[in-house]
């Protein structure tokens, strides 16, 4: 019922940037937070960045400064801005939103597939 389709990973050169774009999809009625999460080899997922439905955000320490997540609540996405990469950004990344599905009472986080970031150094 619904997807969260991520899209704009790939291999940078450390110090570079990229994008990742999340569209959430399918029988919302409101998304309460959208928000991106990384798991590296070996290593638990953890969260990088959130952002609530009124603008508020939450970043993990590794990457304040460096990474900005915005969002469009019109059109169900969420954009994470990754500049000043490091080797150690590499990870699977996970787009997440913790929304309310059409008829349902109580929200539930969905993901998405993940996307390859790999940073060279």
């Known amino acids: 019922q619904v997807q969260l389709v991520e899209s704009g990973g790939g291999l940078v050169q450390a110090g570079g940037s990229l994008r990742l774009s999340c569209a959430a999809s399918?029988?919302?009625?409101?998304?309460?937070?959208m928000g991106w999460y990384r798991q590296a080899p070996g290593k638990q997922r953890e969260l990088v960045a959130r952002i609530f439905s009124g603008g508020s955000t939450n970043y993990a320490d590794s990457v304040k400064g460096r990474f900005t997540i915005s969002r469009d609540n019109a059109k169900n996405t969420v954009n994470l801005q990754m500049n000043s990469l490091k080797p150690e950004d590499t990870a699977v990344y996970y787009c997440?939103?913790?929304?309310?599905?059409?008829?349902?009472?109580?929200?539930?986080?969905?993901w998405g597939q993940g996307t390859q970031v790999t940073v060279s150094s």
């Open positions: 399918g029988s919302i009625f409101k998304i309460n937070v």
């Open positions: 997440a939103g913790d929304l309310l599905i059409v008829m349902a009472t109580i929200p539930a986080r969905h």
